[in-house]
């Protein structure tokens, strides 16, 4: 019954009528194989800026940014999640709460011994997040892609929507290697 209830929630989510106009077939077909059309619009960078998810079914982003205080440390809860509507005009707006609880969401579990936190997100949760700050006092969010220590830089979501409900096909985790500064790439299928 949960996984019934899931796949409902999570096809409504990825749907093009909750989430805005649905994706061309030449979006689809512009996708580079290992990450986002080039038409795609990169949220702007920012002091709090972690990462963000897209995904093939149109172009609304999920934004995932630091909360912080005045002293620079992480707020209680660390992250503001929120969409910003590319396929409109570019406005920001809150998630609903199914979207927070059921697929953009995330659960955070602070480090008993520094200000840190780490993430599991709410429709993967198998790779943790590290939520942290550089010597420089920079938030950064940092995981294993492909087998390396990286700052996760966006996630790149595939899925079909050509049946009654889309089916994600593959996860694409991008990242940049902390030590080399080297972009790194992994896919997760499903």
Not at 119 to 137: F, N, S, V
Not at 148 to 167: M, T
Request: with cysteine; charged share 25%; hydrophobic share 35%.
């Amino acid at each position: 019954m949960k996984t019934a209830i899931f796949i409902i929630l999570f096809a409504y989510l990825f749907s093009p009528v909750a989430s805005g106009q649905g994706s061309t077939s030449a979006e689809k077909e512009s996708t580079p194989p290992n990450g986002r059309p080039a038409d795609y619009i990169t949220p702007p960078k920012t002091e709090r800026s972690l990462f963000f998810i897209q995904r093939n079914l149109n172009k609304n982003t999920i934004v995932y940014d630091a909360r912080l205080k005045s002293d620079g440390s992480f707020e209680g809860k660390p992250i503001d999640v929120y969409w910003r509507r590319y396929a409109t005009t570019g406005e920001r707006r809150d998630l609903k709460w199914l979207e927070r609880s059921f697929a953009y969401g995330y659960n955070a579990k602070k480090e008993k011994n520094d200000n840190s936190y780490w993430i599991e997100l709410t429709a993967y949760d198998k790779r943790k997040i590290h939520l942290q700050k550089t010597p420089d006092g920079k938030p950064v969010a940092t995981m294993t892609i492909g087998g390396k220590y990286c700052q996760l830089e966006y996630i790149w979501v595939f899925a079909d929507n050509s049946g009654s409900w889309p089916k994600v096909k593959h996860v694409d985790l991008h990242g940049k290697n902390m030590i080399t500064g080297e972009p790194v790439f992994e896919r997760i299928l499903n």
